[in-house]
């Protein structure tokens, strides 16, 4: 459904696993409901055990062209806490 990236949030400056969906997921609309139904459901929750959401979007033509082709523009990410790193 999607690929997971380490990477740090500029804003928040907290280490952050990056998670965008694959292109041929997000293609069919049922994928991207439930791609939104789940960033939904998880950032109510609060949880030792259950990582934080800091932040969601869609890919830019700006982050896209900045990834040398990893993601790609339109795609649906989100950004949480980083599993056994804390924030």
Known sequence: MAEVWKGRHARQ???????VMSLQV???QA????FSDEIRAVARLYHPGIV???DHG???EEAAEASSGRMLAG????AMELAGHGT
């Open 31 to 34: 994928w991207r409901a439930a």
């Open 75 to 78: 795609n649906p990410w989100l």
């Open 52 to 54: 934080l959401i800091f």
């Open 26 to 28: 997000s293609k069919e």
């Open 58 to 60: 869609i890919v830019s």
């Open 13 to 19: 400056d907290v280490a952050v696993a990056l998670r």
